[in-house]
T-cell receptor, first 115, second 115 residues
């Protein structure tokens, strides 16, 4: 079975703090993809990043960075120097070969960044 | 348009009535997904269309729910005899398969309220 767990339901930080959102996934496939999406208060889901299972290189994009570790089945997302505009719900998702790459979403982590 | 569009943006209906929700995917995207998101909850997969293959209907919650995709493009999600528990945001997403990678791009959603 495939599963995505985002254990943190809500996180609250003060602006300029760093924050890490955890994502743990389960799959028996060797070929799979991991995603992060952002859902701001406006409601529309925004794609942030896609990683494939064969590439464990960490990625940095501005204040965002992602740490993919197959050994712990984790794909954590860190926001450095958080800003109020980062306040949103963040979803981690898994798409695996078994099941035709149907995407499974985690329950989401709601991030509050206070000024 | 450049993105996924959905209509209507909001729909209020009475219990027992049928509703149709429409999704226009990004041109050229072969895959189309419907999800449901209840207030404050994560994404619940409903149905997935990929090209000319039979749709994956495994997420449809009951036989009151159905969806079709005409001509490989526009999709309609139909809910018959609506119930109050059907109230949610219905999200549509489309993706283009490139070497097995599927990044989904989401529409703004249809907010359905069943009175």
């Amino acid at each position: 079975a495939q599963k995505v767990t985002q254990a943190q339901t809500e996180i609250s930080v003060v602006e300029k703090e760093d924050v890490t959102l955890d994502c743990v996934y389960e799959t028996r496939d060797t070929t799979y993809y991991l995603f992060w999406y952002k859902q701001p208060p406006s409601g529309e889901l925004v794609f942030l990043i896609r990683r494939n299972s064969f590439d464990e290189q960490n990625e940095i994009s501005g204040r965002y960075s992602w740490n993919f570790q197959k050994s712990t089945s984790s794909f954590n997302f860190t926001i450095t120097a958080s800003q109020v505009v980062d306040s949103a719900v963040y979803f981690c998702a898994l798409s695996a070969y078994t099941g035709g790459f149907k995407t499974i979403f985690g329950a989401g982590t709601r991030l509050f960044v206070k000024a | 348009g450049a993105g996924v569009s959905q209509s209507p943006s909001n729909k209020v209906t009475e219990k027992g009535k049928d509703v149709e929700l429409r999704c226009d995917p990004i041109s050229g995207h072969t895959a189309l997904y419907w999800y449901r998101q209840s207030l404050g909850q994560g994404l619940e997969f409903l149905i997935y269309f990929q090209g000319n293959s039979a749709p994956d209907k495994s997420g449809l919650p009951s036989d009151r729910f159905s969806a079709e995709r005409t001509g490989g493009s526009v999709s309609t999600l139909t809910i018959q005899r609506t119930q109050q528990e059907d109230s949610a945001v219905y999200l549509c997403a489309s993706s283009q398969v490139i070497e097995g990678q599927k990044t989904q791009y989401f529409g703004p959603g249809t907010r359905l309220l069943v009175l």
